[in-house]
């Protein structure tokens, strides 16, 4: 609705609506339609409009919407409280116990007694107010977009000359991205065509990311979609959609990609692959049992980092536990031999356990219930995941049925 906004915290707008009210139908039509479209999103609105800032600060914070004409500050603002201004907290009570609760009343006192009493910032509060004193606002710039734009010296058509054009901004577009501290999330490359129409291709990418390499191959596993017809004259690299980029570590000479950034990789280039209809993944879930700390949908950003501190997880969990028969020196003992089977497993070594409480605090049912996990390693070199379901001493805490897990 405007170009020019400024903060009043903590829930309050300035707007610069110069040019802008005829586009709504005129002031009133304006201010109807503002408060209604906020009243829609849940939130009590009150609204004022004048060529004073203060004074549609004051009319909206007593709670009420008016248009204000030029030079009626003084008579609109008269009934309302002091406490409208934007003065400090403690100052507001001090003026009530003087007899002055409206703004009017001070309006018809003598302005140096004021002065030397509350200090000139309630002064020029007050011919701000009236529209003697321009209020000082901070709008809110937009930053501006992120992109490149190139003029051809001769039209191309093939594949190889495309894929030279779109490396040539990449790196320009990246550095500017990594200044502003953000990465790609969203990437148009507009090709037009000596006959001026336009040919676009768009890439997204799993997280953000500012590597020129990464933007260079998915656009131009893109190149096959461009039909260059006569030839393209001018091209242009628009960044639609960014955000806020994590540093990670980089690759160690000869390795090629890091572990953190090869899923990503290869998640945008699954998801720019034409003819896909649907992506999933496994995303990480806060929940207490390990088989239900993961959850398929479809594809969004990569997680970088698991969001708990745990030990290490198995290379495969089972989605159903395997109720096993095992051998203990004691109850809440580590196991010593585990039948799966006809099998029987010997283990060598043990470590454990890693206690496991239910989510109470969701099902009631799981109020002590508690799992102890090993990690143990068999005779034969495998090592599996097992846990005990309960402390093997009180009943109230589980069966001390044994289960197998996982495998690392």
């Known amino acids: 609705m405007s170009p020019l906004v400024a903060a009043d915290a903590p829930d309050g707008l300035f707007a610069d609506l110069s040019g802008c009210t005829h586009l709504f139908g005129g002031e009133t039509a304006f201010l109807e339609r503002l408060c209604a479209d906020l009243r829609n999103f849940g939130h009590n609105a009150f609204a004022c409009i004048s060529d004073s800032a203060a004074a549609s600060r004051a009319i909206a914070r007593s709670e009420q919407t008016a248009i204000i004409a030029p030079g009626a500050h003084k008579a609109a603002l008269r009934a309302l409280p002091c406490k409208s201004l934007p003065i400090d907290k403690a100052l507001a009570p001090r003026l009530k116990r003087l007899g002055l609760e409206t703004i009017g009343s001070c309006f018809d006192l003598p302005r140096a007694p004021l002065a030397k009493r509350f200090g000139s910032a309630f002064l020029d ?120 980029i994590r540093q990670h570590e980089t690759a160690l000479p000869g390795y090629g990609e890091t572990h953190s950034t090869w899923p990503a990789t290869l998640l945008d280039r699954l998801a720019s692959a034409p003819g896909l209809i649907s992506l999933a993944r496994l995303h990480c879930v806060d ?57 029987l497993h010997r283990i060598v070594c043990a470590e454990g356990p890693e206690r496991i409480a239910g989510a109470w605090w969701q099902d009631p049912a799981a109020f002590g219930i508690v799992r102890d996990y090993w990690t143990i390693e068999t005779e034969k070199g495998q090592r599996l995941w097992l846990y005990r379901l309960g402390d093997g001493v009180h009943d109230w805490s589980g069966s001390g049925q044994w289960h197998l897990q996982g495998l690392f």
Request: glycine share 6%.
């Open 287 to 343: 929940a207490a049992w390990p088989e239900e700390s993961r959850h398929l949908s479809l594809h969004g950003p990569v997680e970088r980092e698991f969001p708990l501190e745990i030990a290490p997880r198995p290379v495969v969990l089972l989605d159903h536990a395997i109720p096993i028969e095992v051998t203990a020196l004691l109850p809440d003992g580590a196991p010593r031999q585990f039948r799966l089977g006809r099998m």
């Open 125 to 244: 509060c007050l011919d701000q107010a009236a529209g003697l004193r321009p209020m000082p606002l901070s709008f809110v710039q937009e930053r501006s977009g992120v992109q490149c734009a190139r003029s051809l010296f001769e039209p191309i058509g093939t594949a190889e000359a495309i894929a030279t054009v779109i490396e040539a901004p990449v790196p320009g577009i990246c550095a500017q991205l990594l200044e502003r501290g953000e990465g790609a999330r969203l990437v148009d490359f507009l090709c037009t065509r000596v006959d001026n129409t336009i040919q676009a291709v768009r890439v997204g990418t799993s997280d953000a990311t500012c590597d020129p390499a990464r933007l260079i191959r998915l656009l131009c596993d893109q190149i096959p979609q461009i039909e260059p017809g006569f030839g393209i004259e001018a091209v242009q690299l628009v960044i639609v959609q960014s955000a806020p």
